[in-house]
C-alpha cells in the first residue's frame, strides 16, 4: 500500500542503501519484491545532508516506539539492515514491509502497508534514538544496549 506523504532519507542512509541494493540485485535478491518496494521508496525521498534532517524523521538505525492502531499495543523498534534483524530484539529489517514503510517518516506519522488479513497501521508516537541527532551517519552509530520489543500501554 503505497505512502503518499514525502519522505527524507540522509544522503548516508541513500549511498549505503543504494549500495547495498545494488550488490543484492547483482547477487540475485532473495526478496525481489521487498528490494523493488524500497527502491520505489528511495527514488520518491527527498535526500537531505544528515546535519540537515530533523531529528523525528526515521533514519537507519533509528530506534522508535510506535503504536498498533488496532490493537493499541505499543513497540520499541530499531531500523536494521536484514543482517541485523532480530523481530525479539525489536530489529526490523528495512527490507520488511514495515521496516520499508517507517523508513523516512516523521513522529506523528502514521504508516500503513499491506499484510495477509489486510492492513496494517501503525503510529511512529517517539524518536528514542536517531544516529544523526547525535552527529552520527547511521553505519557510524555505537551500539548499546536498547529495550525492545513490546511495551505495556
Same mark, same amino acid.
Given at each position: +500500500?503505497?505512502?503518499?506523504?514525502?519522505?527524507?532519507?540522509?544522503?548516508?542512509?541513500?549511498? #549505503?542503501?543504494?549500495?547495498?541494493?545494488?550488490?543484492?540485485?547483482? @547477487?540475485?535478491?532473495?526478496?525481489?519484491?521487498? $528490494?523493488?518496494?524500497?527502491?520505489?521508496?528511495?527514488? #520518491?525521498? #527527498?535526500?537531505?545532508?544528515?546535519?540537515?534532517?530533523?531529528? &523525528? /524523521?526515521?533514519?537507519?538505525?533509528?530506534?522508535?516506539?510506535?503504536? &498498533? +492502531?488496532?490493537?493499541?499495543?505499543?513497540? #520499541?523498534?530499531?531500523? /536494521?539492515?536484514?543482517? &541485523?534483524?532480530?523481530?525479539?530484539?525489536?530489529?526490523?529489517?528495512?527490507?520488511?514491509?514495515?521496516?520499508?514503510?517507517?523508513?523516512?517518516?516523521? /513522529?506523528?506519522?502514521?504508516?500503513?502497508?499491506? $499484510?495477509?488479513?489486510? /492492513?496494517?497501521?501503525?503510529?511512529?508516537?517517539?524518536?528514542?534514538?536517531?544516529?544523526?541527532?547525535?552527529?552520527?551517519?547511521?553505519? @557510524?552509530?555505537?551500539?548499546?544496549?536498547?529495550?525492545?520489543?513490546?511495551?505495556?500501554?
Amino acid at each position: +500500500m503505497p505512502n503518499k506523504k514525502h519522505v527524507y532519507i540522509t544522503e548516508c542512509d541513500f549511498e #549505503r542503501l543504494s549500495e547495498w541494493l545494488d550488490t543484492l540485485e547483482k @547477487d540475485g535478491a532473495e526478496s525481489p519484491r521487498a $528490494v523493488a518496494e524500497l527502491k520505489k521508496e528511495m527514488e #520518491r525521498a #527527498r535526500v537531505v545532508s544528515p546535519r540537515r534532517i530533523d531529528d &523525528d /524523521v526515521v533514519t537507519m538505525n533509528s530506534r522508535i516506539l510506535v503504536k &498498533d +492502531m488496532v490493537t493499541h499495543e505499543h513497540f #520499541r523498534w530499531q531500523i /536494521v539492515f536484514p543482517r &541485523d534483524a532480530n523481530v525479539d530484539e525489536g530489529k526490523i529489517s528495512v527490507l520488511a514491509p514495515v521496516g520499508t514503510g517507517l523508513l523516512g517518516y516523521r /513522529v506523528g506519522d502514521t504508516v500503513a502497508w499491506e $499484510v495477509p488479513g489486510g /492492513v496494517r497501521r501503525m503510529k511512529i508516537m517517539q524518536m528514542l534514538y536517531q544516529p544523526e541527532a547525535h552527529g552520527r551517519c547511521s553505519h @557510524d552509530q555505537e551500539q548499546g544496549e536498547f529495550d525492545h520489543g513490546r511495551m505495556a500501554h
